[in-house]
């Protein structure tokens, strides 16, 4: 069955450097998101993606936050300058449509700001 | 924003007893999924509701979509020791593709 992947599994950076996370979604779907959750804590939706732009972005999602869908097949999340508070799950999820269609989630990437 | 509350929090259970577990909101959803986490990994789609009233099986669950529109339920019959996990429920409003995610409920079973 096809499925998300992410990678790297873990990042480990010092505050105020640069993270690419990156993502593979699955291949015929049409829309993308980024979420995150911070341990022990609920998933939050931080931005959705469809037809190479944001289509919605919660207020998690500030100047630092930025996606690109830079291939055919990569959907990336750049954060310029990671704080420690940033250290959390991140998780890539696709869409065949926007409607009456499920979310499928990859595994994660764990970041740990240090 | 939207708030989906799940209760219980946490539930400890027998192998073999039935769960149910729900989700409740003040606002009305047009879309209701439930997921199940497992350390270390991402959410897995359990079952998909896309219309209020629908009641939906897969295997030894079931969910239903509540006709207010602003509730759901997950029973898990004849539990199993690997059905322990975080489950959530989620939530799409409106045209929005993005789903809200709820509080989640963490399910232990002992044998």
């Known amino acids: 069955e096809p499925e998300v992947t992410q990678t790297p599994s873990h990042q480990v950076t010092q505050m105020g450097q640069e993270v690419i996370l990156r993502c593979v979604p699955i291949s015929n779907h049409l829309y993308f998101y980024w979420y995150r959750q911070i341990l022990g804590q609920k998933v939050e939706f931080l931005v959705s993606?469809?037809?190479?732009?944001?289509?919605?972005k919660s207020e998690i999602f500030d100047d630092q936050f930025s996606v690109e869908r830079p291939d055919g097949s990569n959907f990336t999340l750049k954060i310029r300058s990671t704080k420690l508070e940033d250290s959390a799950m991140y998780f890539c999820?696709?869409?065949?449509?926007?409607?009456?269609?499920?979310?499928?989630f990859g595994n994660g990437t764990r970041l740990t700001v240090t | 924003g939207q708030q989906l509350n799940q209760s219980p929090q946490s539930m400890f259970i027998q192998e073999g007893e039935d769960v149910s577990m729900n989700c409740t909101s003040s606002?009305?959803?047009?879309?209701w999924l439930w997921y199940k986490q497992e350390p270390g990994e991402g959410p897995v789609l359990l079952i998909a509701l896309y219309k209020a009233g629908e009641l939906t099986s897969n295997g030894r669950l079931t969910a239903q979509f509540g006709i207010t529109r602003k509730d759901s339920f997950l029973n898990i019959s004849a539990s199993i020791p690997s059905d322990v996990g975080i489950y959530f429920c989620a939530g799409r409003t409106g045209t929005a593709s993005k789903l809200t995610f709820g509080t989640g409920t963490r399910l232990q079973v002992t044998l």
């Open positions: 993606f469809y037809n190479n732009e944001i289509s919605e």
């Open positions: 999820a696709s869409s065949v449509a926007g409607y009456n269609s499920p979310l499928h």
């Open positions: 606002s009305i959803f047009n879309t």
